[in-house]
Every structure is written in C-alpha cells, then in structure tokens.
C-alpha cells in the first residue's frame, strides 16, 4: 500500500488486499509533502472493528500494519498520521485503506470452514443430482438451469433474498 500525506490530507495511492489473520506481513509506504517535510517524528494510528488503536513509529517513512488490527474480519480499517518535533504537532484525518475480508480456509479433512460449509448447506446427499460431491451437484444444477430445467424439483432459480443476504454476511461480514 502507498499513501500521499500533503498537510491534513491523506490518500491512499495504491491499494493492498487485507485479510483476516494474514501470515504475510503487509506494508505501507508514505509519501510526505507541504508541511510534513521538516517533521522529524511521524506515527501511525491504526484503528479496526473493536481492535483498540494501535500506533506504530514509522521508520524510513514505512510501517507494517499491527497484526492486531488484522484479526477481525469484515471491518474497515483505516489510519491516520500524527508528527511532532517541527514548530508544532500536526495530523492528519482518517483515511480508510479498505475492509479486512475473512481468511478463506478449506479443510477438505472435515473440520474448518469446509464442514461449516457443510453444515449450512445441507446434506449434499439429499440433492437430487447423480454427483454427490458439493461441487459436482453445484455444477449439476447450474447446467440443468441454463438449460431450463428446474434443479432438482424446485421452482428454477428461485431464492429467498433473505438467505442470500445471510450467506453474504457470514462470508464478507455486515454491510457498514
């Protein structure tokens, strides 16, 4: 990620993708202009979901983001720069860098989000499809309504909106 810091504006410039409980440490360049240019001392404020602030001195104008701001998935986060040592302390607004998607793990060995999954959806054996592989019946189903058939005897690509929106929620959190 790159962000632009000119006065009390801050804008990102170039984006990162942000997951929950990433293993890869993501980093964050900042480029300073106008008033920041004779500012010694710069910290970053991170701040996601119910995370507490978290600052983070920056060195050569870098940071990585606090792995305690990454451990909430489906929330926002953003930072915000503060400097002091110059004439006086100056900072800048909050600027949002993007939501923390969920870490998409799957356990094909029955536990994890594989089987959570399952759960949801059924017992993939009731479907009544000659595949009894999720992904099988899946694709079983797409093909028999692309060709105008009824997918295993309900109405042909009829969903309740309120199912829909519960499987998006559990997938990329709440809608803000």
């Known amino acids: 990620m790159k962000l632009v810091i000119k006065d009390s504006t801050i ?4 984006g990162g993708t942000l997951i929950r409980n990433d293993k890869t ?10 008033d920041w240019a004779d500012c010694p001392t710069k910290t970053v404020i991170f701040k996601a979901g119910s995370a507490a602030e978290v600052s983070v001195s920056l060195a050569e104008n870098k940071c990585l983001i606090p792995d305690e701001c990454l451990k909430e998935g489906g929330v926002f986060l953003k930072a915000r ?3 002091s040592g110059s004439s006086e302390d100056i900072f800048t607004a909050w600027c949002t860098l ?6 998409a793990v799957i356990d094909a060995g029955g536990g994890g989000s594989y089987a959570q999954l399952t759960k949801d959806i ?4 009731q479907l009544q499809t000659e595949s009894q592989d999720l992904v099988g019946a899946i694709n079983e189903l797409k093909e ?11 109405d042909p690509g009829t969903v309740a909106d309120a199912d829909v929106d519960k499987m998006l929620d559990e997938v990329f959190g709440p809608m803000p």
């Not at 993007?98 to 870490?103: I, P």
């Not at 059924?122 to 054996?125: A, R």
């Not at 028999?144 to 309900?154: A, C």
């Open 11 to 14: 804008k990102m410039v170039e």
């Open 25 to 34: 440490p993501c980093s964050v360049e900042f480029i300073f202009t106008g």
């Open 81 to 83: 720069v503060e400097g």
């Open 98 to 103: 993007g939501r923390v998607l969920y870490d």
């Open 122 to 125: 059924g017992d993939v054996s």
């Open 144 to 154: 028999e309504l692309d060709n105008g058939g009824g997918g295993g005897g309900g």
